[in-house]
């Protein structure tokens, strides 16, 4: 096949001040962003009573897989400044982390959503569905799925695709590594089934909990923000679905100053959003708001209770 469209992706060099500015903003934000993140996952290993709870650990799982995707994301980006452009082979394996992290969010927002549902719609059940085993399971069972909507994709990328372009150097996006049209078609076709199922889940949990329960009820009402606020995390994770499209409107909106729009959207879908869930759970949610604060800043001492009541484990 000729490679030769793979490199049709082509943007103006910023001036090396710009780059370093760039590159510099991106990389106090990974780190700012990536630290808090760290600070959940280093909370949630030092008590035992959030490796008990189903909930948190889907939600130490969103900030894992948030880590991955904005650690992979922000390298590419660096790479790209400082290489322009890398070997096909490399940037297979770097999108590998990125795409990975992408389908697994929705799917993971969906897990959760279901489980405050059956924790507020069938209380009585939940101690039986919502296990510890069956949440590893169902995390398991996330990453295959994701696994197979790229694994696949390699494989036939190794098999029909010469040496030739294999070796050659390209500007690393999804679309410049992997040309053929039936991949596109086909990752368009997953994406679309996958969002519909996620959207589904989210709509028909935030419905069965409002009308199920008496709207006056605190557990109720934050049961609804909570699925409104993955409704609200699911549409900023969909925006890398059409980053392709958006990164080629702006070429037409902002033909002058299309480096700078580029990266402004990048930032917006790729950084920002990473920072939803450690408002949404870590600071939020109280149970885990009593041992987050030991950490979170270095040297502060937090005068608090830290055992929690057996209503904010339920």
Same mark, same amino acid.
């Given at each position: 096949?000729?490679?030769?469209s793979?490199?049709?992706?082509?943007?103006?060099?910023?001036?090396?001040?710009?780059?370093?500015?760039?590159?510099?903003?991106?990389?106090?934000?990974?780190?700012?962003?990536?630290?808090?993140?760290?600070?959940?996952?280093?909370?949630?290993?030092k008590?035992?009573?959030?490796?008990?709870?189903?909930?948190?650990?889907?939600?130490?799982?969103?900030?894992?897989?948030?880590?991955m995707?904005?650690?992979?994301?922000?390298?590419?980006?660096?790479?790209?400044?400082?290489?322009y452009?890398?070997?096909?082979r490399?940037?297979?394996?770097?999108?590998?982390?990125?795409?990975?992290?992408?389908?697994?969010?929705?799917?993971?927002l969906?897990?959760?959503a279901?489980?405050?549902?059956?924790?507020?719609?069938?209380?009585?059940?939940?101690?039986t569905?919502?296990?510890?085993?069956?949440?590893?399971?169902?995390?398991?069972?996330?990453?295959?799925v994701?696994?197979?909507?790229?694994?696949?994709?390699?494989?036939?990328?190794?098999?029909?695709?010469?040496?030739?372009? &294999?070796? /050659?150097? #390209? +500007?690393?996006?999804?679309?410049?590594?992997?040309?053929?049209?039936? *991949? $596109?078609?086909?990752n368009?076709?997953?994406?679309?089934?996958?969002?519909?199922?996620?959207?589904?889940s989210?709509?028909?949990?935030?419905?069965?909990?409002l009308?199920a329960?008496?709207?006056?009820?605190?557990?109720?009402?934050?049961?609804r923000?909570?699925?409104?606020?993955?409704?609200?995390?699911?549409?900023?994770?969909?925006?890398?679905?059409?980053?392709?499209?958006?990164?080629?409107?702006?070429?037409?909106?902002?033909?002058?100053?299309?480096t700078?729009?580029?990266?402004?959207c990048?930032?917006?879908?790729?950084?920002?959003?990473? &920072?939803i /869930?450690? #408002? +949404?759970?870590?600071?939020?949610?109280?149970?885990?708001?009593?041992? *987050? $604060?030991?950490?979170?800043?270095?040297?502060?001492?937090?005068?608090?209770?830290?055992?929690?009541?057996?209503?904010?484990?339920?």
């Open positions: 096949m000729n490679f030769s793979a490199n049709s992706y082509v943007r103006a060099r910023d001036s090396f001040s710009v780059a370093v500015s760039k590159n510099v903003i991106v990389g106090v934000l990974c780190i700012i962003i990536n630290y808090i993140n760290g600070t959940l996952i280093h909370t949630f290993n008590h035992q009573i959030f490796h008990v709870n189903p909930r948190y650990i889907l939600f130490i799982h969103l900030v894992v897989n948030d880590m995707q904005l650690t992979s994301s922000v390298m590419l980006l660096l790479l790209s400044y400082v290489f452009k890398i070997s096909v490399l940037c297979c394996f770097l999108l590998l982390f990125t795409i990975i992290a992408t389908q697994n969010t929705p799917m993971n969906a897990a959760m279901v489980e405050c549902y059956i924790a507020i719609c069938l209380p009585l059940h939940h101690a569905l919502c296990t510890v085993r069956r949440t590893y399971i169902l995390i398991g069972i996330i990453w295959f994701s696994l197979m909507s790229y694994v696949p994709d390699i494989f036939l990328l190794l098999s029909t695709e010469s040496a030739e372009f &294999l070796d /050659s150097k #390209i +500007v690393c996006i999804r679309n410049n590594a992997f040309l053929s049209p039936l *991949l $596109q078609q086909k368009n076709i997953y994406n679309i089934i996958l969002l519909v199922i996620v959207w589904s989210l709509v028909y949990t935030y419905l069965r909990i009308f329960a008496k709207s006056a009820d605190a557990d109720v009402k934050k049961a923000n909570t699925i409104l606020l993955h409704g609200f995390q699911l549409l900023l994770s969909m925006l890398t679905y059409v980053a392709q499209a958006l990164r080629q409107a702006l070429y037409v909106w902002f033909p002058r100053n299309i700078d729009a580029i990266f402004v990048y930032v917006f879908i790729q950084v920002l959003p990473r &920072l /869930s450690p #408002i +949404v759970y870590g600071i939020r949610d109280r149970t885990f708001r009593r041992y *987050l $604060q030991r950490y979170l800043l270095c040297g502060m001492r937090a005068s608090i209770n830290p055992q929690p009541t057996i209503k904010e484990l339920q």
